[in-house]
Nanobody
Framework: QVQLVESGGGLVQPGGSLRLSCAASGFTFSNYLMSWYRQPPGKERELVAVIMPTTGSTNYADSVKGRFTIIRDNAKSTLYLQMSSLKPEDTAVYYC??????WGKGTQVTVSS
């Protein structure tokens, strides 16, 4: 069955960087659009970034444009989110997503001094 396992979260100071990973299994990774979502404390889950399966085209939420990069390695069936210039408002649980309705368990990112 479809499995998505996120890793790489943690505590980072404002201005710092982190790279999240999502190891995918149970399906042909290269065939699917993949996304990162996040859920800040007390708020609804929101879309962060998407990457197309073949072209690798990407799209980002305005709040992360220029700071975050979504990357896919189809050979490793792994999705990444490279995050830089992190801000306290980036604090959230970050989720890997594949439609329809396949979510990982999430990884916590806390940006604080």
């Amino acid at each position: 069955q479809v499995q998505l396992v996120e890793s790489g979260g943690g505590l980072v100071q404002p201005g710092g960087s982190l790279r999240l990973s999502c190891a995918a299994s149970g399906f042909t990774f290269s065939n699917y659009l993949m996304s990162w979502y996040r859920q800040p404390p007390g708020k609804e889950r929101e879309l962060v970034a998407v990457i197309m399966p073949t072209t690798g085209s990407t799209n980002y939420a305005d709040s992360v444009k220029g700071r975050f990069t979504i990357i896919r390695d189809n050979a490793k069936s792994t999705l990444y989110l490279q995050m830089s210039s992190l801000k306290p408002e980036d604090t959230a649980v970050y989720y890997c997503y594949r439609s329809p309705n396949h979510w990982g368990k999430g990884t916590q990112v806390t940006v604080s001094s």
